[in-house]
Nanobody, 127 residues
Framework: QVQLVESGGGLVQAGGSLRVSCAAS????????MGWFRQAPGKEREFVAA????????YYADSVKGRFTISRDNTENTAYLQMTNLKPEDTAVYYC????????????????????WGQGTQVTVSS
């Protein structure tokens, strides 16, 4: 089992940048596929980005492609989501999630494939 703690959320103006982090409790962090999801008020949780366990492949929602970058540092047991050119519609609680290694690219996009979740961090983008 792995515990995840997000940090780095906050308030930023439209067009600004923010980086959120996800610290994992286990030294076997490198074993897990990692994903970021978000949930805005009144909306369902949606996929944002994901990265394979060795960082070699990344996946993005169309809405963030070209603006967000997911990465991980397996020596620090931490995953990151760098967000640039933020828009008001990016306002949401951002959650990181971990999964046993996912084999097929299509599986990274589904929240129910991730067994472990952090508590979330609020990102608010003002217009």
């Amino acid at each position: 089992q792995v515990q995840l703690v997000e940090s780095g959320g906050g308030l930023v103006q439209a067009g600004g940048s923010l980086r959120v982090s996800c610290a994992a409790s286990r030294r076997t962090f490198s074993w897990y596929s990692m994903g970021w999801f978000r949930q805005a008020p009144g909306k369902e949780r949606e996929f944002v980005a994901a990265v394979t366990k060795n960082g070699g492949n990344t996946y993005y929602a169309d809405s963030v492609k070209g603006r967000f970058t997911i990465s991980r540092d397996n020596t620090e047991n931490t995953a990151y989501l760098q967000m640039t050119n933020l828009k008001p519609e990016d306002t949401a609680v951002y959650y990181c999630a971990a999964s046993e290694p996912l084999r097929y690219s299509g599986t990274y996009y589904r929240a129910d494939n991730y067994a472990y979740w952090g508590q979330g961090t609020q990102v608010t983008v003002s217009s």
